[in-house]
């Protein structure tokens, strides 16, 4: 492969090994290294590395998984120790369990509104902004920065903003007369708040995965559509909505698995308070494995929240693939 | 000049023009006014509320500590406190702190964007047995949540004896099965005929993977590259949960320490946060650079 890629810029004429000036070594590093490279490794080498990797997906994910299940009818205390058989009593004692059924909800809820918010949100964009210009170039750029900007630091910035005291929101909505509410430390409004702060991170992505999506229908189909007469109702519902449908469930399932996989928030937004407000059941799940380590029940936990988002990661995968097929 | 052409003619025939009264015909001028108005005012809007919070974090950066409280949007009258960058460095350890991060989300994202294209070669291109095992190991992984691996990876990191040590923040990230699908999928949407040609002037796998698999997946290899920067940069749990040593506390968790500790102390955090945002954004423009479309069109 080398001397069809190898330019002898002094002579401007390509090299090849019969006719080559420097045999032994050539001139730059890299070209020494595909060498030596083309030499060592055949297709047997990258599929010994495809086996290697693929041991270490399996070793990080599968076995853990398979060990949770198992570890789910122990009731372990230690790490690395099983500890004895209870078979059920976990599943049993979590049936029972409120404060991880509470956690859940506020998880779906927390769930549900980033989704619904960031679909909203990101699908008025889309359509706002679905005509190319320099302007909704710009425009673009700025709703994809929050996505940029680290879990960490979003929660930290919007505890300051958020702040009863001295915060920006408070001050920015005393005008509409919705001052003086203490958004983080209320719990009636700590969760919606939550929710609003993840919206503002996830809308950027469904805005440019449907704006990828509404740019690439045909303009004729719409032009059809509005020589006989329909407007721009007719438009979205029978036209771009059905064409959309698979970017949807794309941002959809996506966002659905961020948000419900999500930890950030919850600990550093409001630590889980006021009173266990905003405890999400992955914080929940911290909690009870790392801190009072009950890592059998905390695998139980895990089993059956994970075991929830299993389909929606298969379907969410299905749908990738197809939203793949139609780019390609 | 249409329009004030028609207008011309709508004063002519006062009646109807298509049909329409002129009356109803003004309101809905008037409505289609009025929505284009409010579009670019909600666009405005949401477009601050976007940004809005960078530009905040970045004043607040520079204020002092009472004008933090007193007028956050504002600067004070006592100027940019830059000092507050050497301040958050020192207090917050955080030259360790950004060494650990940077190390971490390189080796991480280098090492999974080359495990990722070496192994989408191997499975899409190669016919081996265990082909099918090994795509299957990759597939089954795809569906596993992640907070189902917590405890158990965990215990694993432990049974190999490297909790609190620089390898356990990369270890579990090497492999990508997400950023090794992505490759895969952009492989089969590669033509073969070009492989081909170079194997027949004598190419060997190597030659295939170097010359042609690399530049044509180009694209969504530095998509996969800054996915995987930005997950690794913003990281939280993992981190938290492995190491305990002050020297191995990456940016995220750094930052969460000291909420609790300098908590009155906003610009400082400010600061910190302003220095944890610049590395994302610099690596996404230099990755994303010349990627006009957004990715999942390519």
Redesign the interface.
Same mark, same amino acid.
Request: proline share 3%; net charge positive.
């Given at each position: 492969?080398?001397?069809?890629?190898r330019f002898d810029y002094t002579r401007n004429a390509w090299l090849d090994s019969e006719h080559s000036t420097c045999r032994g070594l050539s001139a730059r590093p890299w070209d020494l290294i595909?060498r030596c490279?083309?030499r060592l490794?055949?297709?047997w080498?990258?599929?010994a590395?495809?086996?290697v990797?693929?041991?270490?997906?399996?070793?990080?994910?599968?076995?853990?998984?398979t +060990?949770?299940l198992i570890?789910s009818a122990y009731d372990a205390h230690t790490?690395?120790r099983w500890g004895s058989f209870v078979g059920v009593q976990n599943y049993l004692e979590l049936l029972r369990d409120e404060q991880f059924w509470h956690s859940v909800e506020v998880s779906l809820c927390y769930a549900c509104g980033v989704v619904a918010g960031s679909l909203a949100?990101g699908m008025?964009?889309a359509a +706002?902004l679905r005509r190319k210009s320099a302007l909704a170039d710009i425009?673009c750029v700025?709703?994809m920065?929050?996505?940029?900007?680290?879990?960490?630091?979003?929660a930290?910035?919007?505890?300051?903003?958020l702040d009863p005291?001295?915060?920006?929101v408070d001050?920015l909505l005393r005008p509409v007369g919705l001052g003086g509410y203490a958004w983080l430390q209320d719990p009636h409004l700590a969760l919606g708040a939550l929710i609003a702060v993840g919206t503002?991170k996830e809308?950027?992505l469904a805005m440019?995965?449907l704006?990828?999506?509404l740019?690439?229908v045909p303009v004729e189909l719409e032009e059809a559509a509005t020589l006989d007469g329909g407007g721009a109702l007719v438009r979205w519902l029978h036209i771009l909505l059905p064409l959309l449908r698979p970017a949807v469930a794309l941002v959809v399932l996506t966002s659905l698995?961020q948000s419900?996989?999500t930890?950030?928030p919850y600990?550093?937004l409001t630590g889980g308070g006021p009173a266990g407000a905003t405890q999400g059941?992955?914080l929940d799940?911290?909690r009870t494995?790392?801190e009072t380590l009950r890592?059998g029940y905390?695998?139980a936990m895990?089993?059956l929240?994970?075991g929830l988002?299993?389909p929606i990661? +298969?379907l969410s995968?299905s749908y990738m693939?197809r939203?793949?097929a139609a780019? +390609? | 000049m249409n329009h004030a052409r028609a207008s011309n003619v709508r004063h002519v025939a006062p009646f109807a023009v298509n049909g329409r009264p002129r009356l109803m015909r003004q309101a809905r001028d008037t409505l289609r006014v009025l929505s284009v108005i409010t579009r670019w005012a909600l666009l405005v809007a949401l477009f601050g509320a976007a940004v809005g919070p960078y530009a905040l974090m970045v004043v607040g950066s520079l204020q002092t500590g009472i004008g933090i409280q007193v007028h956050p949007g504002i600067l004070s009258d006592a100027g940019a406190q830059w000092q507050n960058y050497r301040e958050a460095w020192g207090q917050l350890q955080f030259g360790r702190m950004l060494l650990v991060s940077v190390l971490a989300a390189t080796t991480i994202t280098i090492a999974q964007t080359c495990s990722a294209t070496v192994t989408a070669f191997a499975l899409a291109r190669a016919r081996f047995a265990g082909r099918r095992l090994a795509m299957g190991a990759f597939l089954s992984s795809l569906l596993v949540p992640a907070p189902l691996t917590w405890l158990p990876a965990f215990a694993i990191i432990h049974a190999l004896g490297l909790v609190d040590t620089y390898w356990s923040l990369v270890l579990p990230f090497v492999v990508g099965p997400t950023s090794t699908l992505l490759v895969f999928t952009y492989l089969g949407s590669i033509p073969r005929d070009l492989e081909d040609s170079a194997i027949v002037d004598g190419s060997g796998a190597w030659g295939l993977l170097r010359f042609v698999i690399v530049p044509l997946a180009a694209p969504m290899l530095r998509i996969v590259a800054c996915l995987t920067f930005l997950f690794a940069w913003s990281e939280l749990f993992w981190p938290l949960l492995v190491t305990q040593s002050s020297t191995l506390r990456t940016l995220p968790v750094g930052l969460t320490y000291f909420q609790g500790e300098i908590d009155t102390q906003w610009q400082l955090l400010m600061a910190g946060g302003v220095l944890t945002t610049i590395p994302p954004i610099l690596v996404a423009g230099l990755l994303l650079r010349g990627l006009a479309r957004p990715p999942l069109t390519r």
């Open positions: 492969m080398e001397h069809l890629y595909d490279m083309s490794t055949g297709m080498a990258f599929v590395m495809a086996f990797a693929a041991t270490l997906a399996a070793s990080f994910k599968l076995l853990p998984a +060990a949770a570890a790490v690395g949100i008025w964009l +706002a425009l700025g709703f920065l929050p996505i940029l900007m680290p879990g960490v630091v979003a930290t910035v919007w505890r300051w903003l005291y001295f915060g920006e001050r503002w809308m950027g440019a995965i704006l990828a999506s740019r690439r698995i419900m996989e930890f950030t600990l550093v059941w992955t799940l911290y494995g790392f890592l905390g695998s895990a089993v929240v994970g988002l299993v990661l +298969a995968w693939r939203q793949w780019a +390609a | -």
